[in-house]
């Protein structure tokens, strides 16, 4: 859901400062900026401290 909502910001803000002047192909540098940031943070947000859980059933080993 974040990454949706921060290609829709992107968009808008591209959409934004080429109606004020900008170049275009700068401000959708700006925005494929946000996305990349955005899928970064989500690829690793999982392998941040304090977002794993150990209690997880299924997750180990477990001989018989």
């Given at each position: 859901?974040?990454?949706?909502?921060?290609?829709i910001a992107?968009?808008?803000v591209w959409?934004?400062?080429?109606?004020?002047?900008?170049?275009?192909?700068?401000?959708?540098?700006?925005?494929?900026?946000?996305?990349?940031?955005?899928?970064?943070a989500h690829?690793?947000?999982?392998?941040?401290?304090g977002r794993?859980?150990?209690?997880?059933?299924g997750?180990r080993?477990?001989?018989?």
């Amino acid at each position: 859901m974040g990454l949706l909502l921060t290609t829709i910001a992107g968009l808008v803000v591209w959409i934004v400062l080429w109606a004020i002047g900008v170049k275009s192909f700068d401000a959708f540098l700006i925005t494929i900026t946000m996305i990349v940031i955005a899928a970064t943070a989500h690829v690793f947000a999982p392998y941040l401290p304090g977002r794993r859980r150990d209690d997880e059933s299924g997750t180990r080993w477990n001989p018989r």
